[in-house]
């Protein structure tokens, strides 16, 4: 989608394990652009590409304020000049209420990990995440889908097709990996194994990462895995309530952050640097520090052979910072 030259905007980048986001909102908060690409192990390298699409799609674009989340939000907010540096939670959160102002739970799953967020009357009061185990992440997916020759968009309408599910064990990637190959030698229809593996995954994501957790609709699906159906079927038969996918499933932390950088500058002037760090060239390293018994590992990031920031220490020795996490 191409916006109308020197429109006013707000933006977010959400930089993951598996794909990195960015999200362009107007002043009011409508979503007019969004880009969802692979991080492939290289997220400066994503980043800015990622804004090079951005501003060729996007002629005459101006940045009002730009805010980061996801794992590699630091690395990002020091790239762009973030006005605003936070935690997945908040961000999905965020989006999730600006979607559905009545959301109570919001259910994410991204390529490496699983997250739940417990909302009353506007408020985060609960949240949990399972980063132990790859079981029901979008990279496993990817990785069974593969091994079944689907690909990752065949596998939910697969799941779909089902009417007699297997019952697959979901407790463990690796579990659930072999009885898979199990069920299929022991001759069980393609589209049932899979529908089983739906359906064990959303278990396990109740039984593990909801687990004591006041569960109540509705309840929203974000992240990339939200776009099998077969896992949506699969927790709105486990939850026993509609699940509800938003149009940006897959951008919400990137909206998120949108969105709480426009709320951050509140109409002041923006640290963005601008589309300028396209062409920059980032050096990161990281160090052990050894001034006390913590051996803290200090990151440290250089913008065209200059000093940009550092991060990770616990006592502030080394704390060089362009951007401050809130």
Known sequence: MVLQQHLACYMGIDVGSVSTNIAVLDTSGQVFDTLYVRTQGQPIAAIQQGLKTIKERNPGLTVQAIGTTGSGRQLAGIMVGADVVKNEITAHAVAAMHVTPDVKTVVEIGGQDS???IIRNGIVIDFAMNTVC???TGSFLDQQAARLNLSIEEFGGKAMASTTPVR???RC?????SDMIHKQQAGHQICDIVNGLCQALARNYVNNVGKGKDIKGPVLFQG???ANQGMKR???EVLRCQVIIPPYYNVMGAIGAALLAQEATAGNSTAFRGFAVIDDIYL???FECDGCPNMCEVVEISRNDQLAARWGDRCGKWGYKHCQEE
């Open 284 to 286: 990161p390293r990281s």
């Open 173 to 177: 990637a690796v579990f659930a990996e």
């Open 134 to 136: 790859a079981a029901g």
């Open 115 to 117: 997250k739940l967020i």
């Open 224 to 226: 990339g895995v939200a």
């Open 234 to 236: 699969a927790f709105e």
């Open 168 to 170: 697959v064990a979901g």
